[in-house]
């Protein structure tokens, strides 16, 4: 069986309510010292085996997080203005 790599320093892991060891990872791997950039990795993950990734740039989280905030606010029943680097999804 695989074994479960650690998460880098910055990161989370959030379980699913459906249970069945179902989990998100989210880690940020900072940009390599050769001038590579850096990334985040969402990862699917069912027990010890990873699933599936994605790969975001920096410049492609603030679309991510303004749809999480937004699904935020709808679930608590807020509507209003947003930080301008929440608006844009580009």
């Known amino acids: 069986m695989a074994k479960t ?3 880098p320093e910055v990161g989370s892991v959030h379980l699913d309510a459906r249970g069945s060891d179902r989990a998100l990872r989210a880690s940020w791997h900072p940009a390599p010292s050769d001038g590579g950039i850096g990334v985040v990795i969402l ?6 085996v990873c ?3 994605v790969r975001l740039t920096a410049d492609e989280l603030p679309g ?19 930080p301008s680097y929440l ?4």
Request: glycine share 14%; net charge positive.
């Open 5 to 7: 790599r650690p998460l």
């Open 51 to 53: 699933t599936g990734t």
């Open 64 to 82: 991510l997080i303004a749809t999480l905030a937004g699904a935020l606010d709808a679930a608590q029943g807020h509507e209003g203005p947003r």
């Open 43 to 48: 990862s699917i993950w069912r027990g010890n």
């Open 87 to 90: 608006t844009s999804a580009s």
